[in-house]
């Protein structure tokens, strides 16, 4: 065999395996969703106590309440939507915020153009093909835009007429009015609500005192001689911040006997 022969040979070997060898093309990764600590300490006890629950939830879900629930508490007391619901939406409709809406449009209720909007849109499919869908340069604009479509929108007014901490009464009434077209929306509302406590935010606003279920009561411990903040939150693996603040405490102080909430 030639040089020459050998030369071709190789080429047609080479390019007999790149045209098996498969492309692929790279996805985009997902945001990472942290918890963060707000500037309400009723919040952060909230937080603090789902923290503790987390094996049995989506710390995705943890994360999303603790970045928006004051935004929806903010929305309850300005338009009357029950904050629990504006969450639940919230956290449905946008996939705990990442979802391929959300991230291109910052849209976390799949609020649709709908005539009159002039505002900025995106393409999406839902429904139908490349639906128009409304875009915000912030979520909170996102929430702001949710309220103000439903305080809005006459089909939505009965709504307005139940108790503001009635989040039943709203999960049912949405899907009554038109908002989702899945014959379940009422219950994956419901069950987001009643798993993450989130009707609690409403308490908050209401000025209600919430009351825990027995069902999830959390550990308790008593304190001993010798103990400190710091022994307990290491014996429990939790961090000292997450004890003051499950038990509204403002110091390192304790004393013996006293009960701590550890859930």
């Known amino acids: 065999m030639n040089k020459f022969s050998s030369i071709i040979i190789v080429a047609l070997l080479l390019a007999s395996c790149g045209s098996s060898k498969k492309t692929t093309s790279k996805r985009t990764p997902k945001p990472v969703l942290e918890i ?6 009723a919040v952060n006890k909230e937080i603090v106590k789902l923290e503790r629950r987390k094996a049995s939830l989506d710390t995705r879900t943890i994360a999303y309440i603790s970045q ?25 409709e946008s996939g705990n915020g990442v ?12 609020v649709k153009c709908h005539k009159g909007w002039k505002g900025p849109y995106v393409r999406h499919d839902d429904d139908e093909d490349q639906e128009c ?3 915000y340069k912030y979520v909170k604009s996102s929430y702001r835009d949710h309220s103000e479509f439903l305080t809005t ?15 039943k009464g709203w999960a049912k009434g949405l899907k009554k009015a038109g908002y989702a077209t899945d014959k379940r929306y009422p ?3 419901i069950r987001l609500v009643e798993t993450y406590d989130l009707d609690h935010y409403d308490k908050i606003v209401l000025h209600k005192k919430i009351k825990e279920d027995k069902k999830k009561r959390g550990k308790e411990y008593r304190v001993r001689k010798g103990d400190t903040l710091y ?8 961090t000292v911040e997450d004890l003051k603040l499950l038990n509204d405490l403002d110091s390192n102080n304790i004393s013996i006997d006293q009960v701590l909430k550890l859930e």
């Open 99 to 110: 979802s391929n809406l959300a991230l291109k449009s910052n849209n976390h209720f799949g």
């Open 68 to 92: 928006y629930a004051t935004v929806a508490m903010d929305e309850m007391k300005k338009y009357k939507i029950p904050a629990s619901i504006t969450l639940a939406q919230g956290i449905l």
């Open 231 to 238: 022994s307990i939150s290491k014996k429990y693996r939790m």
């Open 36 to 41: 963060v600590k707000t500037d309400n300490k």
């Open 187 to 189: 219950d994956k509302l």
């Open 133 to 135: 869908f409304r875009k």
């Open 153 to 167: 929108r006459g089909r939505y007014d009965f709504l307005f007429d139940l108790k503001r901490d009635d989040y």
